[in-house]
């Protein structure tokens, strides 16, 4: 069985950091997706299986970062100069095969998930 482990989450001032992890042995793409109360989940970045091709949404970009260990087990998500609307909680998840570029944005794609970490950005 593929089971996803999130860690990292916390309260921070804006513009502060957090790293995310998140332990997904077992899966091919990986993702951050993340839902804000009241709010549809939405796609955060992803980084596909055997390369080192990264997506992300536009409104993160140039502030997170998405990246693999060595072992290409654990996806981080680095997360800088966090604003007030990045709060919300944030999931890890997996796909059970490779995806096409197109398709990394979408939830439906991925199998596994993790059970979410909290972000809460406020001073």
């Known amino acids: 069985q593929v089971h996803l482990v999130e860690s990292g989450g916390g309260l921070v001032q804006p513009g502060g950091s957090l790293r995310l992890s998140c332990v997904a042995s077992?899966?091919?793409?990986k993702a951050w997706f993340r839902q804000a109360p009241g709010k549809e989940r939405e796609f955060v970045a992803a980084?596909?299986?055997?390369?080192?091709?990264?997506v992300y949404a536009d409104s993160v970009k140039g502030r997170f970062t998405i990246s693999r260990d060595s072992t290409k087990t654990t996806v981080y998500l680095q997360m800088n100069n966090l604003r007030p609307e990045d709060t919300a909680v944030y999931y890890c998840?997996?796909?059970?095969?490779?995806?096409?570029?197109?398709?990394?944005?979408?939830?439906?794609?991925?199998?596994?998930w993790g059970q979410g970490t909290q972000v809460t950005v406020s001073s």
């Open positions: 077992g899966t091919y793409d």
């Open positions: 998840a997996g796909s059970s095969g490779r995806l096409i570029l197109s398709s990394l944005r979408s939830s439906l794609q991925y199998t596994y």
């Open positions: 980084v596909r299986w055997g390369t080192t091709t990264t």
